[in-house]
């Protein structure tokens, strides 16, 4: 029972990750993938908690910042525009997307 649960929670957070920021999910998977040697490296449990934590926001960090802009540039995909520009208003935009690391479709 308790495997179910926490099962259902990594899925929860995987498809809320995935909705939120596109990528948020998959670096997630990826962060699991570190837990294991996480486990292993540790017997405190606070301890191994930060470390996950610690694990997930490095890897999310370096998928957002540095992977995501590579791999968005080469399939013609521009920043969504956060200052007025060719008279779009960013104002108009969600605020969720104001981190300016959202990618759209160039023309």
């Known amino acids: 029972m308790r495997s179910l649960l926490r099962l259902a929670i990594i899925i929860f957070l995987f498809a809320f990750l995935t909705l939120l920021t596109q990528v948020g999910g998959v670096i997630y998977a990826i962060a699991l993938l570190t837990f294991p040697f996480i486990n292993k ?4 449990r606070h301890f ?3 470390l996950k934590i610690l694990s997930f926001i490095i ?5 957002s910042f540095l ?3 590579i791999l ?4 013609h995909r521009v920043p969504l525009p956060m200052f007025e520009t060719n008279n779009s ?3 108009t935009l969600s605020p969720v ?3 300016g690391i959202m990618f759209v479709q160039s023309s």
Not at 72 to 75: K, N
């Open 67 to 69: 992977v995501t802009p």
């Open 97 to 99: 997307y104001s981190t």
């Open 48 to 50: 191994r908690t930060a």
């Open 59 to 63: 890897l999310y960090s370096i998928g």
């Open 72 to 75: 968005a540039t080469q399939y």
């Open 41 to 44: 490296s540790t017997s405190n």
């Open 89 to 91: 208003n960013p104002e």
